[in-house]
């Protein structure tokens, strides 16, 4: 029964819909210390959602009125990501993947893509081998060095959100390695080692890796 009221408020009442939806989000589903960074943002802070998906987090940052970018490769996710844009003039959309190199890559799609009408778009990842993607379902997207990004934004940035189905590694790795991330305030990572069992050594050795460096007050790993 909520199912089906769920829908016809989509359907009929989209933008009430949203709005709802929105509201749960951040009121119930968003870590509360993330909640309580972004209800001090301003209109004079850049921030940068890296995995924006279809906006919800970006709508959360736009809405305190900081200057946000978001990157989203997955193109389906990428058009209901354009709403948000066409709500908040201050949001940026970068249809990339935020990477480690300037160029064009694979990203991989759900394996169930092509057998339902959910939205799946969420697990796409850059990591073949994940558990729940397809390696013969992707499209090629482009991919930048997000390090030269950050640096030649040439500004302090607040925070960045990441949730790039275990492609974090590889990115905050290179952005240690090319000393990227001294002019960022905050990370907030979602990591995915539970169920993506493969990257437990990776991402265990990463942490060590930023606590050895002295960045583990600028990181927060318990998104989920």
Known sequence: MILILKNLINTYFPYVYRKLQQLR??????????????????????????????????????RRGARVIAFEPNSMA??????????????????????????????????????????????????PNKTNVSYDNFEFVNEIDFAEFLKSLN?????????????????????????????????????????FTDLIASTESLKARIKLEGYEEKFFFDWH
Do not use: C, W
């Open 78 to 127: 990428f058009e209901n990501l354009k709403s948000v844009a066409r709500s908040y003039p201050n949001v940026e959309l970068r249809n990339e993947a935020a990477g480690i190199k300037n160029q064009q890559i694979k990203l991989f799609l759900h394996k169930n893509t092509n057998k339902t009408k959910e939205d799946l778009t969420q697990a796409s990842s850059m990591l």
């Open 25 to 62: 989000y951040e009121n119930y589903i968003l870590p509360r210390e993330f909640m309580h960074h972004v209800n001090k943002l301003s209109f004079s802070n850049l921030v940068i959602d890296i995995g924006a998906n279809v906006g919800l987090v970006s709508e959360t940052l736009a």
């Open 155 to 195: 500004e302090p940035v607040e925070l960045i959100k990441i949730d790039i189905e275990g492609y974090e590694i590889q990115l905050i790795n290179h952005l240690l390695d090319k000393n990227a991330i001294r002019n960022v305030g905050f990370f907030y990572v979602e990591t995915h080692e539970r169920k």
